[in-house]
């Protein structure tokens, strides 16, 4: 089985402005990454728009028409002082959410191992009711209540590895036991959440992490905190918020990744997945500002993908 690649031109088109560090040259340079030999292999698939029925599982649907209603026919409109649309971020929202929609849709259907749904914008800022820090729609937890309501999985997990802590995705499962969010993050970082204390009903793990942590902090967290409580859950699909700027080159944070790391949390999350999910990852890009480590990290995150199966 092979690993999918889901993208569509339209999430290149969302422009958050000139000088935005959520630019359409990171989804360039993480296609960019996976143009090589290595990548040849890739099923690469068209991300449909996803459904009002689809995002409405996490999203009040009044918030949802709201905000596609402000999404300008020209120029700029701001929701908050980072986050930003212009007259194709709708399009691209739509496509964002829709290819983890899709990618969930195929994976447990059996049509490949796992997914990785190159899109922009970012997600796992989203809450419910409030679009924040450069993301619209929660596209992993659109994806993880997708797997749930229409195909039946008991039970589905997210892991953030995105050097921000996604405030949205521990919103939209805090209090439901067959939801199980775990990030590692800097921590005092934006947006403020995801103190070791914010444990929802036994279903968050938070792993703060020092500004200036490097990589035997994160392995030591991870493997420490998240590997254990996720083997415990033992969910049916688990959903990786896939930001790559931890990584040490990364402007804006500071923690001391690198490709390696990005290369051994895959491995550890395939592992959990084949012991309890039939191997079944659908992961979708977060962030990572830094260009050149964004394709170098996505492209380590892909090759160990497409070990799988
Ligand atoms: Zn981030």
């Known amino acids: 089985m092979t690993t999918l690649l889901y993208t569509h031109s339209a ?18 340079a ?22 009002l029925d689809d995002i409405a599982r996490v999203h009040p649907r009044r918030f949802v028409e709201a905000l596609l209603g402000a999404v300008p026919a020209q120029g700029h409109v701001g929701i908050d002082a ?14 964002a959410a829709g290819a983890v929609v899709a ?9 490949a191992a796992n997914a990785f749904c190159a899109v922009r914008p970012p997600g796992h800022h989203a809450e419910p009711g409030r679009a924040m820090g450069f993301c619209l729609f929660n596209n992993a ?14 039970r589905v997990a997210v892991v953030d590895f995105d050097v921000h802590h996604g405030n949205g995705t521990q919103a939209a499962f805090w209090d439901d036991a067959s939801l199980f969010y775990a990030s590692t993050h800097q921590y005092p970082l934006y947006p403020g959440t995801g103190s070791k204390g914010e444990t929802g009903v ?8 020092r500004p200036m942590a490097g990589s035997a902090e994160f392995r030591a967290g991870f493997g420490r905190e998240i590997l254990p409580a996720l083997d415990s859950f033992r ?7 896939a930001g790559f700027d931890a990584h040490k080159s990364d402007p804006l944070a500071q923690l001391l990744l690198d490709e390696a790391d990005y290369t051994w949390v895959t491995e550890q999350l395939l592992d959990v997945a084949d ?3 039939k191997g079944r990852v659908v992961s979708t890009l977060e962030g990572g500002y830094d260009l050149a480590a964004l394709g170098a990290s996505a492209a380590a995150h892909l090759r160990v993908l497409m070990t799988a199966g």
């Open 141 to 154: 937890a659109i994806g993880a209540l997708r797997a749930r309501e229409a195909h039946g999985l008991a």
């Open 103 to 111: 990618a969930v849709d195929a994976v447990v259907a059996g049509e």
């Open 235 to 241: 969910p049916e699909l688990i959903v990786v918020s």
């Open 275 to 277: 012991r309890h999910a």
């Open 82 to 95: 980072d986050t930003v649309m212009s007259p194709a971020s709708g399009r691209a929202a739509l496509r």
């Open 202 to 209: 036994g279903n968050i793990v938070n792993v703060p992490l």
């Open 11 to 28: 999430c290149l088109e969302h422009d958050p402005g000139r000088h935005h560090p959520e630019s359409p040259a990171r989804l360039r």
């Open 30 to 51: 993480v296609l960019q990454a996976l143009e090589g030999a290595d990548f040849a292999r890739l099923d690469r698939r068209e991300a449909p728009e996803a459904e």
